[in-house]
């Protein structure tokens, strides 16, 4: 892949930042933060499938891109990050909130139905022409099984993007064998540790604890409340349980209230709430001061080896790629049955083990791949670059 130099192009709106975050999920929400952070003075909205007001949950007022990509033309897409590979427009739709799926019928979305949500195709809009395509910090290894035109749209978009990166191996084995150029790097949220001061005091006597919603449901809110209550060791913790987001499929805490319910009907006593924390920020804070993370979210797990926080990755495949792919020496993918010899299995890791080591460095290699990037758009900063030359052709 070659870069486009940028220091000549015409800027007449501003570059896009796509992402998944029309809805309440703490990962997608740090992943617009943590760009605009390397991208910071650069011209750009946040944009996603539809139209969104998240600053209840401290994100932004997104933009729809589809609407955007059809007017004037656009120097810039970057998508931010996360599963994007095997995302249809029929998923993301279901993902919105109930006041949002009303006007993201598929037939109001400007996309057609087999497009990829959040991994737009240049050459579907005139808007993106010889404009700069990045795609980073993404998992797609959900592309393996896609068929028809879902899979040639998305495919199409991988290879006419101008930089790819991916966050785990599973993701880099696919666009190998698919032959499109990549590079593989951690998790942008792992800079989280370095650029963004967290002024949760810390207490680690708690134990957070996190699950989707089909998760907890699968094995019953009783049987998941009577697991908690009966493990010895999560005894000497105060257990806190922790919405990754409220988007539907996602978590829930009226759920979780009632978890916590249960938990002292089976004689849990009082060592159980529910978490306050409802901004991207405050969620990143809560776990980077916990003494214990227990839960589904890939970012859970990220923030939570961050800040060297012990740490066990429940059930999710996603989350075990993510470890082994970066050699992240915690317990992951553990079924809930497993629960009690994984927590004492990840404090002897946080005893022996070097963590915080370990976090700089992942967050270094995410640092250094993301920040050549970003500077290749300095000449798009908004406010004192001067005069605006002449757009090149593409090479």
């Given at each position: 892949m070659v870069f486009i130099p940028l220091t000549t192009m015409v800027v007449v709106t501003p570059g896009l930042f796509i992402g998944a975050y029309e809805r309440d999920n703490f990962g997608d929400l740090l992943f617009l933060t943590q760009t605009r952070h390397f991208m910071r003075g650069v011209d750009a909205s946040g944009s996603s499938l539809i139209d969104s007001d998240m600053t209840g949950v401290g994100?932004?007022?997104?933009?729809?891109?589809?609407?955007?990509?059809?007017?004037?033309?656009?120097?810039?897409?970057?998508?931010?990050?996360?599963?994007?590979g095997g995302t249809s427009v029929t998923d993301a739709?279901?993902?919105?909130?109930?006041?949002?799926?009303?006007?993201?019928?598929?037939?109001?979305?400007?996309?057609?139905?087999?497009?990829?949500?959040?991994?737009?195709?240049?050459?579907?809009?005139?808007?993106?022409?010889?404009?700069?395509?990045?795609?980073?910090?993404?998992?797609?290894?959900?592309?393996?099984?896609?068929?028809?035109?879902?899979?040639?749209?998305?495919?199409?978009?991988?290879r006419e993007a101008t930089f790819l990166s991916v966050r785990e191996a599973a993701s880099s084995q696919v666009l190998t064998r698919l032959g499109i150029e990549h590079r593989l790097a951690p998790d942008l949220v792992h800079t989280v540790a370095k650029t963004t001061p967290l002024d949760a005091e810390s207490d680690r006597t708690i134990a957070l604890v996190q699950a989707k919603v089909k998760h907890i449901e699968r094995v019953g809110i009783p049987e998941f409340a009577k697991l908690l209550a009966g493990s010895g060791s999560l005894r000497p913790f105060h257990i806190r349980l922790f919405s990754?987001?409220?988007?539907?499929?996602?978590?829930?805490?009226?759920?979780?209230?009632?978890?916590?319910?249960e938990f002292r009907a089976f004689g849990g006593g009082a060592r159980i709430d529910v978490s306050e924390a409802r901004t991207a920020h405050e969620k990143a804070a809560e776990i980077a001061s916990a003494g214990l993370w227990i839960g589904t979210s890939l970012h859970g797990y990220i923030?939570?080896?961050?800040?060297?926080?012990?740490?066990?990755?429940?059930?999710?495949?996603?989350?075990?790629?993510?470890?082994?792919?970066?050699?992240?020496?915690?317990?992951?993918?553990?079924?809930?049955r497993s629960l009690?010899?994984?927590?004492?299995?990840?404090?002897?890791?946080?005893?022996?083990?070097?963590?915080?080591?370990?976090?700089?460095h992942l967050a270094d290699r995410a640092e250094e791949n993301v920040r050549p990037r970003a500077s290749m758009f300095s000449a798009l900063k908004s406010s004192i670059d001067g005069p605006r030359q002449s757009r090149p052709p593409r090479s």
């Open positions: 994100g932004e007022h997104v933009s729809a891109y589809p609407s955007l990509l059809h007017g004037a033309r656009v120097p810039f897409v970057w998508v931010v990050g996360g599963e994007t739709v279901a993902m919105l909130d109930h006041d949002l799926r009303g006007r993201g019928a598929d037939s109001g979305l400007g996309l057609p139905a087999y497009a990829s949500p959040y991994l737009p195709r240049p050459s579907r809009y005139p808007a993106l022409q010889g404009s700069a395509s990045v795609i980073n910090s993404v998992g797609v290894s959900g592309v393996r099984p896609l068929t028809g035109k879902h899979r040639i749209e998305t495919i199409g978009a991988l990754a987001g409220e988007a539907p499929g996602h978590d829930s805490l009226e759920v979780l209230k009632t978890v916590a319910h923030i939570s080896t961050s800040y060297n926080v012990p740490r066990v990755g429940l059930m999710l495949r996603k989350v075990k790629q993510y470890a082994s792919s970066w050699d992240i020496p915690a317990p992951s993918g553990v079924p809930l009690d010899g994984a927590i004492e299995q990840a404090l002897e890791l946080s005893r022996t083990t070097d963590g915080d080591r370990l976090a700089l």
